[in-house]
């Protein structure tokens, strides 16, 4: 999952960032509403936490902003702001959860869990292609009662190509769903990845197909993988 984190305080941002990203999620952050618009703009997110006291545009004014283009990711609210009255307007601007500040990490992790099981897959917690079960928000996969081990560029790889079923996915589109802005991905990390996605898939009856100039697809196979 790709998440957007809109937030000015640097220790703040360092603690959820580092959560969002130990649990195997791409993570970019900016520290200013006009950015976060921008970044919204800009490229497709599973998810924004969105601190309402932003600089030079208001974390409300962004997401009243979303809302109006008809972007209905979800938004997790994350302000120092309380108060009764507070949390139904920002609820009725079209937040789908909020925190106060100060918060657990532990809070904050199961807060995201709940948004992205929510709104993946078009609401259902598990996307499956073949013999092959994912838990997006859980970063788990299995083939048939089989859980597989992948590390969390693994299940990103595979999740980015399970989402487009019978559809090409090129290099570029790999490598920006699986890097984080300050977190360049290297072909050859890519092709690592690939490669050894392969050898856990081998024997599943699903395959990571390579077009020849175009990029890769995800297909299931006649028979199992040898």
């Known amino acids: 999952m790709r998440i957007l984190v ?3 305080d640097q220790a703040i941002a360092a603690g959820i960032c580092a959560a969002l990203r130990q649990g195997g999620h791409a993570v970019d952050r900016v520290e200013d509403g006009a950015r976060a618009q921008a970044a919204l703009n800009d490229t497709p997110y599973d998810l924004l936490v969105l601190d309402l006291g932003l600089p030079r ?3 409300t004014e962004v997401l009243q902003q979303a809302r109006r283009r008809g972007n209905h990711l979800p938004v997790l609210v994350i302000t120092a702001r309380d108060g009764v009255r507070e949390r139904v307007r920002v609820l009725d601007l079209g937040a789908d959860d909020y925190l106060v500040k ?3 990490l532990t809070e904050f992790e199961a807060r995201v869990r709940a948004l992205l099981r929510r709104y993946t897959a078009q609401g259902a917690p598990e996307l499956r292609f073949g013999r092959l079960r994912l838990d997006l928000p859980g970063h788990r996969a299995w083939v048939d009662d089989r859980a597989l081990t992948l590390t969390a ?3 990103g790889l595979l999740e980015a190509l399970a989402t ?7 290099r570029a589109q ?3 769903a699986l890097c984080n802005w300050d977190q360049d991905l290297t072909d050859n990390g ?3 990845a690939i490669y050894r996605l392969r050898r856990k898939l081998a024997g599943s009856g699903t395959q990571v197909r390579t077009i020849r100039g175009l990029g890769y697809l995800l297909e299931e196979t ?3 993988d040898s």
């Not at 487009?164 to 090129?170: A, F, N």
Request: glycine fraction near 4%.
């Open 102 to 104: 100060p918060f657990a």
């Open 6 to 8: 809109a937030e000015d």
């Open 153 to 155: 560029r693994e299940f």
């Open 164 to 170: 487009r079923p019978d559809r090409v996915t090129s």
């Open 57 to 59: 545009l208001d974390g």
């Open 174 to 176: 790999l490598i920006e």
């Open 222 to 224: 006649s028979e199992p």
């Open 190 to 192: 890519l092709d690592i």
